[in-house]
């Protein structure tokens, strides 16, 4: 069992849709990072959250500390929010902050 | 937000040559950089944690004298990949951590080794 999971793994939306991504963390964390990476392309970093939510635009990020779960929502999706979506935490003991990663969710919103 | 660049964003290099990607913060100071391998339609993995001042911490199957990174200074990370080979062709991947937990994410390098 990986120590950073994501669901859905694979997502396909219409244009408009209100979108959600889920991730669950089995292990203490510092941080939550929810990251972005379109095909080809470098990653981005959306979002780093320790605790409440955070609003960007049509992103928002939330996370629950005690549940151990953060979500990622899209309002008004649009095609160019297709990308791969994954969530990252922050290990509190390691001095070197080295990223849990999780498997990322494949997003593609068509128009 | 704190900016991360990477030079060059592509290269294409010879096999047997000597490629070197350059990994840079732009407006803070990165005690640690990370470098991040991917391999097409795969999660990024961790090769080595570089420390500045002090020699890279390199992953478990991560080659240290094929893959030599130097972080020379609170802003510059390099990783020179050398006697290159086709199977090193992929998508590198730095980032850099700030004064917490903060991590910024470096736009990657593609290289092609032909």
């Known amino acids: 069992k990986n120590e950073v999971e994501q669901s859905p793994q694979n997502l396909t939306a219409q244009e408009g849709e209100f979108i959600t991504i889920n991730c669950s963390y089995s292990?203490?964390?510092?941080?939550l990072h929810w990251l972005q990476q379109h095909p080809g392309g470098g990653i981005v970093s959306l979002f780093m959250?320790?605790?409440?939510?955070k609003k960007h635009g049509r992103l928002i990020a939330t996370i629950n500390i005690q549940e151990k779960h953060s979500s990622l929502h899209i309002t008004a999706s649009h095609p160019r929010d297709s990308a791969v979506y994954i969530c990252?935490?922050?290990?509190?003991?390691?001095?070197?902050?080295?990223?849990?990663w999780g498997a990322g969710t494949k997003l593609i919103i068509k128009p | 937000g704190a900016v991360v660049s990477q030079h060059p964003s592509r290269v294409i290099c010879k096999s047997g040559t000597s490629v070197k990607i350059e990994c840079r913060s732009l407006?803070?100071?990165?005690?640690?950089m990370f470098w991040y391998r991917q391999f097409p339609k795969q999660s990024l993995m961790l090769m080595a944690t570089?420390?500045?001042?002090?020699?890279?911490?390199?992953e478990q199957g991560v080659e240290k004298d094929k893959f030599l990174i130097n972080h020379a200074s609170l802003t510059l990370s390099t990783l020179t990949v050398t006697s290159a080979h086709p199977e090193d062709s992929s998508f590198y991947i730095c980032?850099?951590?700030?004064?917490?937990?903060?991590?910024?994410f470096g736009p990657g390098t593609r290289l092609t080794v032909t």
């Open positions: 980032s850099a951590r700030g004064s917490r937990w903060e991590q910024y």
């Open positions: 407006d803070f100071q990165a005690t640690t």
């Open positions: 570089s420390n500045e001042g002090s020699k890279a911490t390199y």
């Open positions: 292990v203490g964390i510092s941080a």
């Open positions: 959250l320790s605790s409440g939510k």
């Open positions: 990252a935490g922050t290990p509190p003991l390691d001095s070197n902050y080295q990223l849990i």
